[in-house]
């Protein structure tokens, strides 16, 4: 637990590292290798925030916890989404963030994963629903 004196900046920091953890996990990365684990948490939030409609990502985001949220909502420009991606240009866009040695397929499984754990099953359907078949395919 990180106290930063002010109980929602912890519990949001809390979270965050859960989350990043839980990418760790999943991969078998070492602490160590945060940045890592971050890359790819928010190579996986812009491609998705960026394929989604104005709507649907302020849906998306709202869900998030608050350091996430500033992480997802990062350089955001909604006058210029939804981006038309199908599988091959979601995983291009998650590789230009993920500069790391990682299949980004499973980069984006994972990620998505974890994702799919900290927000409600009905927005996650939605989110899925927002997709090409042959990424929705993709999601958990």
Do not use: C
Request: no cysteine; hydrophobic share 40%; aromatic share 8%.
């Amino acid at each position: 637990m990180s106290d930063t004196g002010f109980a929602p900046f912890t519990a949001t920091v809390d979270k965050t590292n859960r989350m990043l953890h839980e990418i760790e996990e999943a991969f078998g990365w070492p602490r160590e290798r945060r940045n890592q684990s971050y890359a790819a948490l928010r190579g996986v939030l812009h491609a998705l925030r960026d394929r989604l409609t104005v709507q649907e990502a302020a849906h998306l985001g709202a869900q998030l916890p608050m350091l996430v949220r500033g992480i997802y909502y990062e350089g955001w420009r909604p006058a210029e989404v939804p981006i038309k991606m199908h599988h091959d240009e979601f995983v291009d866009r998650v590789r230009h963030d993920f500069v790391y040695d990682a299949d980004v397929d499973e980069v984006v499984r994972t990620v998505s994963n974890v994702l799919r754990a900290h927000i409600t099953e009905g927005e996650w359907e939605d989110v899925k629903a927002s997709m090409p078949k042959d990424l929705a395919g993709v999601l958990p």
